[in-house]
Nanobody
Framework: QVQLVESGGGLVQPGGSLRLSCAAS????????MGWYRQAPGKQRELVAS???????QYAESVKGRFTIFRDDGKNSVYLQMNSLKPEDTAVYYC????????WGQGTQVTVSS
């Protein structure tokens, strides 16, 4: 079984920054896809960014130039650096790992408000 634990969410003012972290544990292959999704109240869950072990990062149009995803496979972790945050970035952010099936973390709340 695979477990994903997110951290780093919180309240930040517009224009601020946050870094989300996701630590993976359990049995899974070293070649996989890890990513971040988010779900705002009343909206569907949407992809924010993803990165395959050997691939280039992919981003939603709404976060390009502001968010950066990066992996540290030695620490079984994936991170999301979020800069220039906007109120519309407010959501619960979920980490996921795809290796055969998709595994999800429990989510971490990000609130952007003045």
């Amino acid at each position: 079984q695979v477990q994903l634990v997110e951290s780093g969410g919180g309240l930040v003012q517009p224009g601020g920054s946050l870094r989300l972290s996701c630590a993976a544990s359990g049995n899974y292959g070293s070649i996989n896809l890890m990513g971040w999704y988010r779900q705002a109240p009343g909206k569907q869950r949407e992809l924010v960014a993803s990165m395959h072990t050997f691939g280039s990062p992919q981003y939603a149009e709404s976060v390009k130039g502001r968010f950066t995803i990066f992996r540290d496979d030695g620490k079984n972790s994936v991170y999301l650096q979020m800069n220039s945050l906007k109120p519309e970035d407010t959501a619960v952010y979920y980490c996921n790992l795809v290796w055969g099936i998709t595994y999800w973390g429990q989510g971490t709340q990000v609130t952007v408000s003045s």
